[in-house]
Each structure stands twice: as structure tokens, then as C-alpha cells.
């Protein structure tokens, strides 16, 4: 009882200075209001875990700033879906091709996901779409985390390679070509 009574204490104190933060950071209210209820989600979730190495306040804005950042990290990810529709969608003459219209967006991405060498998906995987950190990352995959980083920017730089080839050679990403 005493733990919920501190913890609408925080919610109460910071709520305001989060979200102001949190619209700052994005420009949009609607995106402000979600990223301040995942904080304090996770504020509440980890508190017990606390460790009082800085204030409380310090504590919550870093959280606030992770949550921020992890779902700049998603948007970026999910926004090579349509640069994989907008690349693939069209076919040799510019018309819409059908096929990839009855392709679903993650379809596709797994399909140009399969194409790339298998360490290249495996950093797209864990850093993109699962969103863990270059650190968890690294211990993960057994990595530096200077690795992590440069394979991430190779990885994604390959997989728009695969997408741009296969819709130049009218070949819609499919089962053919694994590595």
C-alpha cells in the first residue's frame, strides 16, 4: 500500500514535466501523451529496482528519454516497409505490379529479411526490430559493440540493395536467392 502511495506521488509530481519533455521531443501531442504513459509504465514496473545512484527525477527522465529514443528506433525500422513497398510496387513500366499488393508489409520485409547474409539479419533483427540495445546486442551476438553499430548500417544499406536489384530485375522477393 505504501509502495502504490509513492508511486501516484511520482506520477502526480512528474506527469506534467514528462509529457512537456516527451511533446517537445516529438511535436505531437497525440505521440507526447503514449510515450508518457509507457514511462510511467515502466517507472512503476521497475521501481522496486531503483538503485537511488541519482534523483528520482534524473531516475524518470531517463526513462522518459529510452522510451523516446526506442520508438524513434521502431518508426525507423517500420519505415523501410514502405520504402520496400514504394521500391518493389511499381513494375519494368511503372505500373503498380499486383503481386505486391497482395504482399502484407512484414511479408515482404521477411522476405528481403531472408536475402540478407545471415549477420546482417541478425543485427536487423535484434536492433530493429527487437529493439535491443547496441550493448545487448553485442553480448548477444558474442560482438564488439563498434561491430553492432557498423554491421547495423551495412545491414540496412543491404537489405535496400536487395529490394532496389530484385525490383530491377522484375523478380519479387520470394523464396529463391537465400544466403
Known sequence: MEEDTELQRLYETYFDDVYHYLLYFTNSKSEAEDLTQDTFIKVFKTYKKFQQKSTIKT??????????????????????????????GKSRDGLPDEHIEKLGNWEILHHAL?????????????RGLKEFSVKETA???NWKESKVKVDYHRALKELKKIVKQSNESGVILGEEGYR
Do not use: C, Q, T
Open 59 to 88: 531516475w524518470i527522465f531517463s526513462i522518459a528519454r529510452h522510451v523516446a529514443i526506442d520508438h524513434y528506433r521502431k518508426k525507423k525500422m517500420l519505415s523501410l516497409v514502405p520504402n520496400l513497398l514504394s521500391n518493389l
Open 114 to 126: 531472408l536475402k540478407v547474409k545471415p549477420d546482417f539479419r541478425n543485427v536487423i533483427i535484434l
Open 139 to 141: 553480448d548477444i551476438l
